[in-house]
């Protein structure tokens, strides 16, 4: 049973404008959830953010928003740019060491 | 600053031979360290995490043992690998708490 699901396998956005990539969950429990960029070959990095007390989380670029009732969060990339280009996983936890990671979503942004 | 150093990059290993790679972590002490498997077309799948030296929890049962012989050493073995085995095998390590996980560079794995 998948847990954390991201349904969009990949996204085409043009260059300068909005990126959406969204990730649903079914676990209620779970109070963390992070966004991660992996570009091939290369380990996942580390984006951004959002505990469940919160709603929005923004970071340059990047904003997370979580909606808990819906079990839907998404993170927005706002100009995106050629080099956001990579597969994106988002990911939950229920306080715990343990991360459960959706699918990924690659993003092609185009020049 | 912290850095994960994972090895080597790529591997190809014939069926039935065995298997160690290797993760070390640097700029902290104590550290939660997992190892993941990503095949293709998949997402991450948590294979083992340790809390402490010598202490590994398991959470997928199958032909993979891991080892933590120091604090910030963590080793991934097979005594006999299967093809299902191929893959990308992520080490990362974590602090306590709500933190990120943090990823070293990978190792593609290989059966033939």
């Known amino acids: 049973d998948q847990q954390v699901k991201q349904n969009s396998p990949s996204l085409s956005v043009q260059e300068g404008r909005i990126s959406i990539l969204n990730c649903d969950y079914t676990n209620s429990m779970f109070d963390y959830f992070l966004w991660y960029k992996k570009y091939p070959a290369e380990g996942p990095t580390f984006l951004i953010s959002i505990s469940s007390i919160k709603d929005k989380n923004e970071d340059g670029r990047f904003t997370v928003f979580l909606n808990k009732s819906a079990k839907h969060l998404s993170l927005h990339i706002v100009p995106s740019q050629p080099g956001d280009s990579a597969v994106y996983f988002c990911a939950a936890s229920q306080g715990t060491y343990k991360y459960i990671f959706g699918t990924g979503t690659r993003l092609k942004v185009l020049a | 600053s912290q850095t994960i150093h994972q090895w080597p990059a790529t591997l190809v290993q014939p069926v039935g031979s065995p298997l160690s790679l290797e993760c070390t972590v640097e700029g902290t002490s104590n550290p939660n360290l997992y190892w993941y498997r990503q095949a293709a077309g998949r997402g991450l799948q948590l294979l083992f995490y340790?809390?402490?030296?010598?202490?590994i929890s398991s959470e997928v049962p199958q032909n993979l043992s891991a080892s933590r012989p120091q604090d910030r050493q963590f080793i991934l073995s097979s005594k006999k690998l299967l093809l299902s085995d191929s893959g990308f095998y992520l080490c990362?390590?974590?602090?306590?708490?709500?933190?990120?996980?943090?990823f070293g560079d990978g190792t593609r794995l290989s059966i033939l």
């Open positions: 340790s809390v402490g030296i010598g202490q």
């Open positions: 990362a390590w974590s602090v306590w708490g709500n933190q990120p996980q943090h």
